[in-house]
């Protein structure tokens, strides 16, 4: 590009986006005359995903704006919580992130998973379709203009990813509501309509559970549960919910 020079600033919260010379402060870039202010944040490495309000020389534009010389530009990260207008809330998630959309559906949570690679083109029309925010740690997936809505799961650790995903978009938290095999709902079911499915031990055992609605799964407060229940107290409690009453675990 061999156009106008403008200064660009990355929030803090932005530059591992960004190459290393990027990281302090505003540094000079050169355009080219033409391109969005959101193709060149962009270019820098920053999905519009996780860019926030972009001010130009104190004032807020859009991604459409182009850049005039020596303007100085600002590039904020995304607000907290942030809203996603026009549809529930109700995510999708990339092969990669199994663990996570586990525990988003433990916390009563949409989210949709794929556990095969069904492609880019087809994850991203899902979320159009669907109306979904797509989480991933993709940037190039991010970057395909067809998405819903996206956000970049920052941590490669799934309890951070969790924490981060919550954080962002202050989900409402239905505990033990969702199937975490396959994400449909759950329904109390007397132990008699689910015997068949049960072994000896577990009957003998066990008097609560629930069934899900869409695979037909069968849950009960098993030998994990009491693991679970920590991972949801955990949530509750520093984001919030509808309560942490489990019929099943």
């Keep these: 590009m061999n156009g106008p020079e403008i ?29 969005t202010l959101g193709h060149v944040v962009e270019s820098l ?14 004032r807020t534009v859009p991604v459409s704006h182009i850049p005039g010389p020596g303007e100085r530009v600002e590039v904020r990260a995304v607000e907290r919580p942030q ?32 556990s095969e690679d069904i492609g880019d083109p087809a994850l991203a029309a899902l979320s159009a379709r669907e109306r979904r925010v797509l989480l991933s740690r993709d940037r190039g997936l991010l970057r395909r203009r067809e ?15 969790l924490r981060d995903v919550l954080g962002r978009f202050a989900p409402v938290l239905a505990p033990w509501t969702r199937c975490t095999a396959c994400n449909g709902e759950l329904a109390e079911a007397d132990k008699d309509s689910v015997r068949a499915d049960l072994e000896q031990g577990t009957r003998a055992t066990y008097d609560v559970f629930a069934r899900c609605t869409a695979c037909g799964r069968v849950y ?10 920590a991972v949801v107290a955990d949530a509750v409690r520093e984001f919030g919910g509808l309560g942490s009453g489990s019929p099943a675990g």
Excluded: K, M, N
């Design 220 to 229: 009960w407060r098993g030998a994990h549960h009491a693991r679970l229940e």
């Design 7 to 35: 200064d660009v600033e990355v929030a803090p919260e932005l530059r591992l986006f960004v190459s290393h010379e990027r990281r302090r402060g505003s540094t000079p870039v050169i355009t080219d005359g033409s391109s």
């Design 147 to 161: 998405i819903w809505a996206g956000a970049y799961v920052y941590s490669d650790r799934p309890a951070e990813q």
């Design 83 to 114: 809203r996603i207008p026009g549809a529930p809330l109700r995510f999708l998630l990339d092969v990669h992130l199994g663990t996570l959309a586990c525990g988003l559906r433990l916390l009563g949570v949409d989210a949709a998973y794929e």
């Design 45 to 58: 490495g920053i999905p519009l995903t996780e860019a926030g309000t972009l001010v130009v020389d104190g």
